[in-house]
């Protein structure tokens, strides 16, 4: 199919975006060039087997990068936990069938989700750098149809090929990316659409590129008057013979585009550990060439030679033999001597490193990845709370973008994609209550195990407090439900439900108790008036006799 005046639109439109990005893409580079070498190829071309670090002199900027990085799926997605939970508002109002349909929708999901065709791993691992250094990762999710069964299938594109637009709300609106795939490929995934002229390539050079253009538009951008189609268009253009390779409906963007943290009026995102880190990397490695050239002088030093006594090349190679003259007198001086330096400056020059490293560590958080350090002897329940108040303040900055706009925006997005594709079963089998209701997810990270886990030095703390309050008034210890607060302390501690009785259970326990000590009581009560009773009995019996007598 032959592209069309609507479509050469889009194709001007789509060069528009990516041309008004270009000082933005100067400093990608910088960034990269600096933290991320690996993706240092936004305005140049990089040929393969070329060694990536070889302008930098050190090479910790690369590993606070690959740290924060690299903790993001240790700590927001480990493999051994199920990181995510399907549900909706008010879930604890859901009856069982719909619990039941939900749990059943989790595991599907992380099943699909990671299955080894799916390539999430990879993805998200790359996604995580990106969104590391530059503060954005592009995403794309996808039903692979080519794949025998069909299967999810999730890729991480370069910044480089992808421009975007923003929406009034503030959401990503249209999607432009570039893409070079070979000839080969693209044959197999278009096989009736290709352009003559590509199929004709496929024997002699099937691995050479071909420029396409996939454009994800809303369907009432690009298609006014849309009534009843789905509400995004994905458009697929080959660029040489200007064809039309796919153009399909979807009810999905195909695209999740976390951003860390974003500036009015400007569609794109930015690491606030990079932007902070950017001159401390740079005069980091200034200072490590300093003392790399004065480490180097201070064991090979400069020398002095005496005019005309030296008669060959200065040789200071181990083993190398320098000639003088034989007439001359040793009495005037060395003939060939190192030039005095003060080497005072060296240490102040490694104090300046090392702060420049704690520098950069702070930027990327690495130091807000764990709970601050304990004192001596133990801590109270209360310095117990305070130490989780403070990790939980440092660390809601990292964390909460993460959840919402990477973990909950892909997580969202897949289950939409699973549901249209008919992964969860026929819609009909969706429980009643769960019908119309928008499904979110609930996930575990170290925030949310911190948040959860402070009930538990709460609980501690009261009850140190009613201790104190009950001295000073008794009636203070009803003030508290400590069956309720035990229950959610011990579910905040991460208590193995298997362990822990239900509320009716307790219940009927503590009325099997009070039972009991009122039995108790009342075998007391009667204990004591028998004795009473026989005392009594005893003591008129003594008077008889002693009247008698």
């Not at 009026?265 to 300093?290: E, K, M």
Request: charged share 25%; proline share 5%; net charge negative.
């Amino acid at each position: 199919m032959i592209a069309t005046q609507a479509h050469k639109d889009l194709l001007v439109q789509c060069e528009h975006v990516h041309s008004k990005r270009g000082t933005l893409m100067t400093l990608w580079q910088e960034i990269a060039d600096q933290f991320y070498v690996e993706r240092a190829d936004f305005n140049r071309f990089r040929v393969l087997g070329e060694e990536f670090a070889d302008h930098l002199h050190s090479s910790y900027p690369l590993i606070v990068r690959r740290e924060l990085g690299n903790s993001f799926s240790s700590m927001l997605r480990p493999m051994n936990l199920n990181w995510f939970e399907t549900t909706v508002e008010e879930d604890d109002q859901l009856d069982s069938a719909s619990k039941q349909w939900l749990q059943m929708a989790t595991k599907r999901q992380r099943r699909a989700m990671y299955d080894r065709r799916a390539m999430f791993t990879r993805a998200t691992k790359e996604g995580d750098q990106d969104f590391a250094a530059f503060g954005q990762a592009i995403l794309s999710y996808e039903i692979d149809f080519n794949k025998t069964p069909p299967a999810l299938l999730y890729r991480c594109w370069h910044l480089r090929d992808v421009a975007w637009t923003e929406k009034y709300d503030g959401t990503i609106g249209a999607v432009y990316r570039k893409w070079k795939p070979t000839v080969r490929d693209l044959c197999r995934m278009y096989p009736g659409e290709v352009h003559e002229n590509i199929k004709q390539r496929l024997s002699k050079s099937p691995n050479s590129k071909v420029e396409v253009r996939v454009i994800t538009v809303e369907t009432e951008d690009y298609q006014e008057g849309h009534n009843g189609k789905l509400p995004w268009t994905k458009i697929v253009i080959e660029l040489e013979n200007e064809c039309i390779l796919e153009e399909t409906g979807s009810w999905t963007k195909g695209y999740t585009i976390p951003r860390w943290q974003t500036v009015s009026g400007s569609q794109y995102g930015y690491s606030p550990a990079t932007v902070t880190a950017l001159p401390d990397g740079r005069l980091l490695q200034a200072i490590t060439l300093t003392l790399l050239e004065a480490g180097e002088m201070y064991v090979r030093p400069p020398m002095i030679a005496t005019q005309d006594a030296i008669r060959s090349d200065v040789n200071l190679f181990p083993g190398g033999i320098t000639w003088s003259d034989v007439e001359y007198d040793e009495r005037k001086g060395d003939v060939l001597k190192p030039l005095t330096q003060n080497q005072s400056g060296f240490p102040l020059g490694l104090e300046m490193q090392q702060d420049i490293r704690s520098m950069l560590a702070s930027a990327f958080y690495l130091n807000k990845l764990s709970l601050p350090p304990a004192g001596q002897g133990g801590m109270s329940p209360l310095e117990t709370s305070q130490r989780i108040q403070e990790y939980i303040r440092d660390a809601l900055p990292l964390f909460e973008p993460m959840e919402m706009e990477y973990n909950g925006g892909l997580c969202e997005d897949t289950f939409d994609l699973l549901l249209r594709s008919g992964t969860f079963g026929p819609h009909s089998d969706i429980p009643p209550q769960l019908r119309g209701r928008d499904v979110h997810f609930k996930f575990r990270s170290p925030l949310h195990d911190a948040i959860e886990r402070k009930k538990g030095s709460t609980f501690l703390e009261t009850k140190e407090l009613i201790r104190e309050a009950v001295e000073l008034d008794p009636t203070s210890q009803f003030i508290v439900d400590a069956r309720v607060a035990l229950r959610d302390a011990l579910h905040g501690i991460e208590t193995p439900a298997i362990w822990m009785r239900s509320v009716e259970d307790v219940d009927q326990e503590g009325d099997d108790l009070a039972a009991r000590q009122d039995a108790a009581e009342q075998i007391q009560l009667a204990s004591g008036a028998g004795e009473a009773a026989k005392s009594a009995g005893e003591g008129a019996a003594a008077l008889a006799a002693v009247e008698a007598a």
